[in-house]
């Protein structure tokens, strides 16, 4: 039973402050031992360490920082991280200076982290570090001894990227079923890769049986290839839970059998937040046992089905059970042939999500319609609404003023992405000005929408100024060798804002706009300006006009 390789796709954008990245760990360990090295108030009054004293307490200090800041956001992750991240600010401070206080006024003796910071027992067991590998009864036996301890404190625990044979599973088995009265988290994803069906089903089966009975508030079995078979050979697992909070089925060979027999086998969703389904073979039958799962699910706050193959029939079917879902915060649907009739349909369950902050809607055939509906859905609802992805539709110029109207509403917006599209300079134009007051933008994807040189200086123009804004990808469209030179030229303080321009076609053209095309080309130095200038001044008219407009009624 080979696990399937997961479809190369963009990991869904989230505004979360912690973890920290590994560059702003190294950061502050160097800030840090300069603090203990160098000349300050607090070296000065009771002695400074030599630079490599410093390097090794910093590394220390920082490491046992990080365990209690990310121990104190592991128990509240609904949050956005920033209590987390002034904790571990906090724990930094307070240790430098007990380190710096303890240090003896004799340089014959050092001083240890250890006797300053109380040892935080380790909660979280992984193996999944290194590379991918088989793992036989021996290496079992060694690789899981911490969890034999007595008195351990994992309750979190991680297989992940190593493949368990039968033999190595019998090992497991004992330990995990001593430990499973203390387990919250478990992650089994990819831990049978490259086995046979009848062994990676028999393994399935051990660990369940380990852990039945456990109280686990979350469940990786992502990347197992599991089909109906292996749903059902974690049976006795997944029967058994009643206070599951977050399920991830991803790559799984999730068909329409095996979505009813996750429906099926798991008993209570009341309190799950977040459920992801993501590159499997559901189709519109599977949606709709999926769609029995969400209507179970009224505290749902995070729900993927991308890539899953469901149709206009399925998809409607989906849609309506999310409207039951008033606590959604994010809504990952890509990659699926729902048709604009679908779009329809899902723009009334919009309607109930005041708590939306993320949405990707791309590759769902939405057409102008279905992109229509949305936006003037979510113009009137979602107010913190921060990424909003619709790649990939179908969508012209003839939506870009519903799509405008509902962007500037959204004044938290930080990612839009309306890629592969055919929004023209038009359409691009009146996206631009939507986004004029967005202080809190960071990425904008206009890329392959059939823009000239006018449509994508407007955006460069818009953006350029932002102070959090990191990435224009205006790659793939129609914009001439000027146009190109202007771009860099209005980036050349910040040329790693402009994403790459290689597959831009200067050459290109459009039937409908050859007129056009004659125009830019022949570029005087002021025909693109006023057309330009003209497009702007009409917008501006027509918004005017219709604000002005009585209600007909």
């Not at 123009?461 to 914009?479: A, M, R, S």
Request: glycine letters at 6%; charged letters at 30%.
């Amino acid at each position: 039973m080979d696990a399937t390789t997961a479809n190369s796709q963009r990991r869904p954008f989230s505004i979360k402050l912690w973890p920290p990245s590994e560059n702003t760990r190294k950061m502050l360990v160097e800030r840090m031992t300069n603090n203990l090295s160098s000349p300050t108030i607090f070296t000065r009054k009771y002695r400074s360490l030599s630079k490599e004293e410093a390097a090794k307490n910093a590394e220390e200090i920082e490491d046992a920082a990080f365990t209690i800041a990310n121990q104190h956001y592991e128990k509240e992750p609904d949050g956005d991280g920033s209590s987390a991240v002034q904790l571990y600010a906090r724990e930094c401070s307070k240790l430098i200076l007990e380190i710096l206080k303890k240090i003896p006024k004799s340089e014959d003796k050092e001083i240890s982290i250890s006797e300053v910071v109380p040892t935080v027992p380790e909660t979280f067991f992984d193996i999944s570090k290194g590379k991918r590998a088989f793992i036989e009864a021996e290496e079992a036996q060694e690789l899981l001894k911490p969890l034999k301890e007595p008195g351990n404190s994992y309750s979190k625990i991680c297989f992940s990227n190593r493949s368990f044979g039968i033999y190595a599973a019998r090992i497991a088995g004992p330990i995990l079923a001593a430990l499973k009265d203390q387990l919250k988290e478990v992650d089994l994803s990819d831990f049978v890769a490259g086995r046979n069906e009848a062994e990676a089903l028999d393994v399935m089966n051990i660990f369940s049986e380990a852990l039945e009975g456990s109280n686990l508030k979350f469940l990786n079995l992502s990347e197992n290839a599991l089909g109906e078979k292996g749903v059902r050979a974690f049976g006795k697992l997944l029967q058994s839970q009643n206070n599951l909070e977050e399920l991830f089925l991803m790559n799984d060979g999730i068909s329409q059998e095996a979505a009813n027999a996750v429906s099926e086998l798991v008993p209570s969703t009341e309190k799950l937040k977040v459920l992801h389904f993501h590159n499997n073979m559901t189709g519109d039958e599977g949606a709709v046992a999926i769609a029995e799962i969400v209507k179970r699910s009224p505290l749902l706050e995070d729900f993927r089905c991308s890539s899953t193959r469901v149709g206009s029939e399925g998809g409607s079917v989906l849609c309506e059970a999310l409207g039951m879902c008033s606590h959604l915060k994010k809504l990952d649907l890509r990659d699926n042939m729902f048709g604009p009739e679908v779009g329809l349909v899902l723009c009334k369950a919009l309607s109930k999500h005041e708590n939306l902050t993320e949405i990707y809607l791309s590759y769902l055939n939405l057409e102008d319609e279905g992109a229509i509906a949305i936006a003037n859905t979510l113009k009137d609802s979602a107010p913190s609404l921060a990424v909003l992805e619709m790649a990939g539709n179908d969508i012209t110029a003839e939506a870009a003023s519903a799509i405008a109207s509902c962007i500037a509403a959204k004044q938290l917006l930080a990612k839009l992405s309306l890629g592969e599209n055919e929004l023209k300079d038009e359409g691009a134009i009146q996206i631009a000005k939507a986004l004029e007051g967005h202080s809190h933008l960071i990425e904008v994807d206009l890329s392959s929408n059939a823009l000239r040189r006018a449509g994508a200086r407007v955006l460069a123009q818009t953006v350029l100024h932002k102070d959090e804004f990191k990435l224009l990808n205006v790659n793939g469209n129609f914009i001439s060798e000027e146009g190109v030179d202007e771009l860099k030229e209005i980036f050349k303080k910040s040329p790693e804002v402009l994403a790459s321009l290689e597959d831009n076609d200067p050459e290109g053209e459009d039937e409908d706009d050859e007129d056009d095309e004659e125009k830019e080309s022949g570029d005087e130095g002021k025909d693109v300006e006023d057309e330009l200038e003209s497009k702007l001044k009409n917008l501006d008219v027509k918004q005017e006009a219709s604000l002005d407009t009585p209600d007909s009624n």
